[in-house]
């Protein structure tokens, strides 16, 4: 158990539904990642927000709508998502994102399938 | 293109061998590496980490060395065990940008 808790662990929707991806941090922490994690590949920073601020979007496209509204929760909003977007959706959270402060804790993760 | 690369993609090791995983780095300014690991199913957990004035650090089984001179980074497991069965991650951190990730490294371990 890290402290960071994602839900769903398993989710299969189709190209044209609205669904939400949760993540919840228990740590106390002031910033909150999503990562995209795809078959062999590095895992992709997506968002990045630190005291509920959004300070990095990895040019992810608008299909993929993030939501802060503190410091312990973050949404991923998905809308019109495509078969390729199908991949683990990790949330990560630190102390801050500054030197060691940005050291990441992470969820279980999202196993996403875009049918 | 990424700064952080590991060499092999995978490395399959007898149980009670030790393991060497590495990893190599670009980025001569960053500050911390971190190594993760993650196992099937799960998100990666921080194993341990090492400050760019160290050279060396040890933990329970697992020995992290730096090499700043050619930019590189191993994570050594003594006595590997079918546990230990999982990708490796190594981080790096400079500044104030997010943890930059390598491709990762499966580990398999033979019984």
Do not use: D, K, M, Y
């Given at each position: 158990e890290t402290g960071v808790t994602q839900t769903p662990r398993h989710l299969v929707m189709g190209m044209t539904n609205k669904k939400s991806l949760k993540c919840e941090q228990?740590?106390?922490?002031?910033a909150m990642y999503w990562y995209k994690q795809s078959a062999k590949k590095p895992l992709e920073l997506m968002f990045v927000y630190n005291f509920k601020e959004q300070?990095?979007?990895?040019?992810?496209?608008?299909r993929f709508s993030p939501e802060c509204p503190n410091s312990s929760h973050l949404f991923l909003h998905l809308h019109t998502l495509q078969p390729e977007d199908s991949a683990l959706y990790l949330c990560a959270s630190s102390q801050g994102v500054s030197g060691r402060d940005t050291e990441a804790f992470f969820g279980q993760g999202t196993r996403l399938t875009v049918v | 293109g990424e700064s952080v690369g590991l060499h092999l993609p995978t490395l399959s090791v007898q149980e009670g061998d030790n393991s060497i995983i590495n990893c190599a780095y670009s980025n001569s300014a960053s500050d911390y590496f971190i190594w993760y690991k993650q196992e099937s199913g799960k998100g990666p957990q921080f194993i341990i980490d090492i400050r760019s004035n160290m050279d060396k650090r040890q933990g329970q089984r697992v020995t992290v060395l730096l090499n700043k001179t050619v930019k590189h980074l191993s994570l050594q497991i003594a006595a590997t065990q079918p546990g230990d069965s999982a990708v490796y991650f190594c981080a790096e951190i400079w500044g104030n940008t997010p943890l930059v990730f390598g491709k990762g490294t499966r580990l398999s371990v033979i019984a």
């Open positions: 228990h740590l106390g922490h002031n300070t990095e979007n990895n040019s992810v496209p608008s | -």
